[in-house]
């Protein structure tokens, strides 16, 4: 307190002043702190969200491997009900011939009533069955359109690439294991999780920061008649 008095003392004597004159007195302070040693938690921190990103791309690519293989499915399932209308459409034509000659033989008195009673049934289920395979190309249109927003059409049966195909069964499962995306975003999962054990011991490494502030004094002095005078003093630590 004493000191405080002389300076303002020494103020008043400088600059001309009462020493009695009110004063604001106003202080401002900046710190700053950077760490140097946190137990490795940075860097496992960052491991970390490197493994849980590359996980969400396997899985990105997986989901998209899925999609893949259902719209494969579901282009071949559109072949082969256009297939199976048209083996219905020859097998529908061909009762319809075979009830024709039965009809005509049964007219004339050379063929029997039963066997043109049979041929009535096969025919009506040749029908049937022709109704059933169409509907099925109906359904399997759609779900074709509901994957890709296109109806199929030019369609062609793919021809696999031998080459790319494996040849043994040991050989199709090492390569699911090393290609498969959804391994790869399981062990980068299963990588993450260590990353962050890791991270989680950084609590038993002591911690080392770099430590600087610096603080500021500011005294303004009101006076009647005349500029508000400032007299600032820095302390550095």
Request: charged letters at 20%; aromatic letters at 6%.
């Amino acid at each position: 307190m004493n000191g405080q008095k002389a300076l303002l003392r020494r103020d008043s004597a400088l600059y001309g002043v009462d020493e009695n004159v009110d004063l604001t007195r106003r202080e401002i302070g900046v710190s700053l702190r950077q760490v140097l040693f946190s137990g490795f938690q940075t860097t496992n921190e960052v491991k970390r969200t490197e493994y849980e990103a590359s996980a969400e791309q396997w899985t990105l690519f997986s989901t998209a491997e899925d999609l893949a293989l259902e719209v494969t499915r579901a282009y071949l399932e559109f072949m082969r009900a256009e297939q199976v209308v048209v083996l219905a459409e020859r097998n529908l034509a061909s009762h319809q011939t075979i009830f024709e000659q039965v009809k005509q033989k049964t007219d004339s008195g050379l063929g029997s009533t039963a066997d043109l009673s049979q041929v009535t049934g096969r025919l009506a289920r040749a029908h049937s069955n022709l109704i059933s395979a169409q509907n099925n190309l109906s359904d399997s249109r759609v779900a074709y359109q509901r994957l890709v927003s296109v109806a199929p059409q030019d369609t062609r049966i793919p021809v696999p690439d031998a080459i790319m195909l494996p040849t043994t069964l040991e050989q199709a499962l090492s390569l699911a294991k090393e290609n498969h995306p959804t391994l790869k975003a399981a062990g980068s999962d299963i990588n993450a999780a260590m990353a962050q054990r890791d991270a989680s011991k950084s609590n038993y490494y002591p911690q080392v920061t770099f430590d600087l502030s610096a603080a500021g004094m500011t005294i303004w002095m009101e006076m009647m008649a005349q500029p508000p005078i400032q007299t600032t003093r820095l302390a550095q630590m």
